[in-house]
């Protein structure tokens, strides 16, 4: 009998998650992240299977205090993404999520990514390769089309293929995907947002979990969009203007939970520091996740300067950031 997905209780994905970005969503900016938030769904970079099973760099570390956290995966190869699954799990993360949403270049030159729309029996392979193997869920990240295949059927039918190996659960990026053409910036702001079409999927399919993805920047959008579907993926927002994070918990979870403010969240970060500091990793390392944390402040730009300016020196440590938060008016 086919393993089935386990959903922990309560349903921590149920609302809101920050989404996977490259070169963005390291460890380091997960853990700040986490302090605007104890209820977001975080996701990692998308790591590749390869790179999991061959690479000497461990591409797994991270802190459990960051939990819960998504690894995404990029991959096509069945057995290589059970493997990566397995790891995974046993070190700790909440979700496993197939990448079938990237669309550059050297995504689909690895035969993974949005490309994978057009091959849905083998996404469901892998979906049911992984499932079999763990008790986390399993999920897809995925585009409303790509190139000319863009269609409603054709959206529906590779969901319809997906979940009959049971996969009960979708994020949307409600934009298509040009192959080529198109860089994966471009692709991120070109093609015409339709969140129709996934109000409409959710309607279709109301026995499993959509979240939708794309343009999303505000606390009252994310409660528009939560009356058509059932979670919510904010990406560039998020990492840009972190304060937004300290919203989420009070707005969308728990009417008593804080709001937490930036200059709070930065100074809970302070232990965190100086323990990275304590194993050899750079100040710059962690700061420049940090440096949109006072998005519309005033005193953002010396907040920023100062810390581009000095997080990079030999030696620098946790009493750079102390200095920035000065030029920093109070919350």
């Known amino acids: 009998m086919q393993n089935q997905p386990h959903f922990p209780t309560p349903y921590y994905r149920g609302r809101f998650s920050v989404a996977p970005m490259l070169d963005w969503t390291t460890r380091h900016c997960r853990y700040f992240h986490r302090q605007f938030s104890k209820q977001a769904l975080l996701y990692t970079e ?9 690479a000497k760099y461990d591409h797994l570390a991270f802190d459990l205090a960051e939990n819960p956290v998504a690894l995404q995966l990029g991959g096509s190869d069945p057995e290589q993404l059970k493997q990566c699954a397995i790891l995974a799990e046993q070190r700790g993360y909440q979700e ?3 990448n079938v949403g990237c669309p550059s270049d050297r995504v689909q030159n690895g035969m993974f990514g949005a490309c994978l729309m057009a091959k849905a029996d083998l996404v469901a392979d892998c979906v049911q390769a992984m499932q079999s193997a763990v008790q986390i869920p399993v999920t897809v990240k995925t585009r409303i089309g790509i190139d000319e295949l863009d269609s ?3 959206l529906c039918d590779f969901v319809q293929k997906v979940q009959a190996v049971g996969c009960q659960d979708f994020i949307v990026h409600a934009r298509k995907a040009w192959l080529s053409g198109l860089s994966p910036k471009q692709n991120r702001e070109i093609p015409p947002l339709d969140y129709e079409r996934v109000y409409q999927l ?5 026995h499993l979990w959509i979240s939708i993805n794309g343009g999303i920047k505000t606390i009252a959008e994310i409660q528009t969009h939560l009356q058509y579907v059932d979670g919510v993926m904010v990406g560039r927002e998020a990492y840009q203007n972190p304060s937004l994070l300290g919203e ?3 707005a969308l979870f728990d009417p008593n939970a804080p709001i937490i403010t930036a200059h709070q969240a930065v100074r809970n970060m302070f232990p965190y520091i100086e323990s990275q500091l304590s194993q050899g990793v750079y100040l710059n390392h962690i700061v420049r996740h940090i ?3 006072f998005q519309n402040c005033k005193g953002a730009r010396q907040w920023r300067r100062h810390l581009s300016e000095n997080a990079c020196k030999p030696n620098a440590g ?7 938060l000065g030029f920093v008016e109070q919350d």
């Open 46 to 54: 998308m790591v590749t299977a390869q790179a999991i099973i061959h």
């Open 96 to 98: 496993i999520n197939l």
């Open 152 to 154: 409603y059927d054709f």
């Open 202 to 206: 959710k309607r279709d399919f109301p």
């Open 248 to 250: 989420i918990d009070q």
């Open 291 to 293: 440096l949109g944390a």
């Open 318 to 324: 946790v009493d750079v950031v102390e200095t920035a």
